[in-house]
């Protein structure tokens, strides 16, 4: 089955729009409630059997209505595909427009055990209605609208081999509404918060970080309420910090990359004791099951941030509402203290202090720098450049002299 595409890039993400005509996104595309989650060496499909998002029957039933009761019925909205590599007979040329061949011989939607499909990541409803308006003609034996409704053509957003946190993430954001859509319930649609991983940690310590509750102290999570959850619109001051940011920002502290991720998340805790580079601070404390000291290194690390750095009045840079606008309230600074926490991690750890105290000994000698200018505008600006020079400064004062 050939396609002929247009590639599109938004941000870092690349994917091909084309259209297909129902009679052929019929037989490559199923709707399952396993999804295929990679293929083995020997080309077969592996599944996740966790994930349970389901059509509805009464939704899929209006869809149909609509199509035989509206002969102007459309849909100009796309029905998003996650094309598995293993299915393209070839790769896609560089030169010229795009085009997908679809390997047809693998796929096959009637096997109970081991169907293997393309999968419909959204769009499953349009390609449910569709389906049972064109079974209902077959029955009654209605030809003519048969026929036209078999060349409907959907147009179709295709991504190659795309990860499943990345699925869960675009179907969450397509589907979100006015109420909070939390993570973990998109997680869960696709059965990684069913199986211990290293996203499931990820999204345990944000949520318990991000909760307003006070610690013996009477003090504040120093991420209570700062971190954006999916689908949540805010009131009042912002949090700057997505929770997406967040989760991926702390897997890659256990994991070397967002990628490798998706195949660590298979492996049982004791095979984290290897692999690890000198930015996975938490992986040995990840293979250990100690998951409160992942917990608690960056509760420590971002408490000694939020009473390191004040102003003259002593209101934190860190809290929202508190000072003006500034880097350390933005995604910058969150990431840029990231790379701070990493380096003095290690210095922790040689000495075995990983506290409130050690962290402010050390953040202390950064304490004077220059965030805002006499107009209190930000000195660095909000972006990867900006985050790249605070952590870089930031790190030149914390490390002056530094024996390590």
């Not at 393309?118 to 449910?128: E, L, M, T």
């Not at 048969?146 to 990860?163: C, M, Q, T, Y």
Request: net charge negative; aromatic share 10%; with cysteine.
């Amino acid at each position: 089955m050939k396609i002929v595409c247009q590639k599109v890039i938004q941000n870092n993400v690349e994917f091909f729009i084309g259209k297909l005509c129902f009679e052929k996104l019929a037989k490559v595309a199923g709707i399952n409630h396993r999804i295929i989650s990679t293929f083995d060496d020997d080309g077969l499909p592996v599944y996740n059997d966790s994930f349970q998002r389901k059509v509805s029957t009464q939704r899929a039933n209006d869809i149909k209505n609509y199509i035989l009761s509206d002969q102007e019925a459309t849909f100009p909205n796309s029905i998003i595909l996650s094309l598995p590599s293993a299915l393209m007979l070839e790769e896609i040329e560089d030169e010229g427009p795009p085009i997908i061949y679809i390997n047809e011989e693998k796929i096959n939607l009637d096997d109970k055990e081991n169907p293997v499909y393309i999968q419909i990541i959204d769009g499953q409803h349009r390609f449910a209605g569709m389906k049972a308006a064109v079974e209902e003609l077959s029955k009654l034996g209605v030809t003519d609208l048969l026929n036209k409704l078999l060349k409907f053509e959907f147009v179709v957003s295709i991504f190659i081999d795309a990860e499943l946190d990345f699925q869960a993430m675009l179907f969450s954001t397509i589907n979100r509404t006015p109420v909070k859509v939390p993570y973990d319930i998109v997680y869960d649609l696709f059965g990684l918060v069913e199986k211990d991983s290293p996203q499931k940690t990820a999204l345990a310590i944000c949520l318990e970080l991000n909760s307003i509750k006070k610690d013996n102290n009477g003090k504040l999570s120093p991420f209570a309420g700062r971190i954006k959850l999916l689908g949540k619109k805010d009131k009042g001051a912002s949090s700057y910090i997505s929770q997406q940011i967040f989760i991926k920002t702390i897997i890659t502290l256990i994991c070397p990359s967002i990628r490798a991720s998706e195949i660590e998340r298979f492996k049982k805790r004791t095979d984290f004791v290897v692999g690890g580079t000198f930015k996975t601070i938490f992986r040995q404390f990840y293979a250990e099951n100690r998951d409160n000291h992942i917990y608690k290194t960056l509760e420590n690390f971002f408490v000694a941030v939020e009473e390191t750095f004040v102003d003259q009045q002593g209101n934190s840079f860190w809290r929202i509402g508190e000072t003006p606008d500034n880097p350390l309230q933005r995604t910058i600074g969150f990431l840029a203290l990231i790379d701070v926490l990493i380096e003095l991690f290690h210095i922790g750890v040689s000495e075995k202090k990983l506290s409130v105290d050690f962290f402010k000994s050390k953040l202390s000698k950064a304490q004077k720098i220059s965030l805002l200018n006499e107009n209190n505008e930000t000195v660095y600006p909000y972006s990867s450049k900006g985050k790249s020079l605070l952590a870089e400064d930031l790190l030149s004062l914390i490390l002056e002299d530094s024996p390590h």
